[in-house]
């Protein structure tokens, strides 16, 4: 199984949530939800058909798309968390 990371864009668009990758946007991933949660949960799937899509054409993958042999998880960390007490700074 191999896992890729990408970097989405999530933003408010009137009455709904948009989100996009910026480098596949143009191959068709981008989409929108009600809320960003489910803008999110939207984008990750169009993502994986666009990747699936470039992967079967043997297109070449933006070098902004990263591949990880497994499993991955991804965390978003604020510049300045708390963290039991202390500050520190990403």
Not at 21 to 28: A, H, K, T, Y
Request: aromatic share 6%.
């Amino acid at each position: 199984m191999t896992s890729y990371v990408v970097q989405v864009v999530v933003e408010p668009d009137e009455d709904v949530w948009r989100a996009y990758v910026p480098d596949l946007e143009s191959r068709g991933a981008a989409t929108w939800g009600q809320t960003r949660e489910e803008a999110l949960r939207n984008i990750q799937e169009v993502a994986r058909m666009v990747i699936e899509e470039l992967i079967e054409e043997q297109t070449p993958l933006p070098e902004s798309v990263h591949a990880a042999s497994g499993a991955v998880v991804a965390v978003t960390v604020r510049s300045t968390c708390r963290l039991t007490g202390a500050t520190f700074t990403r």
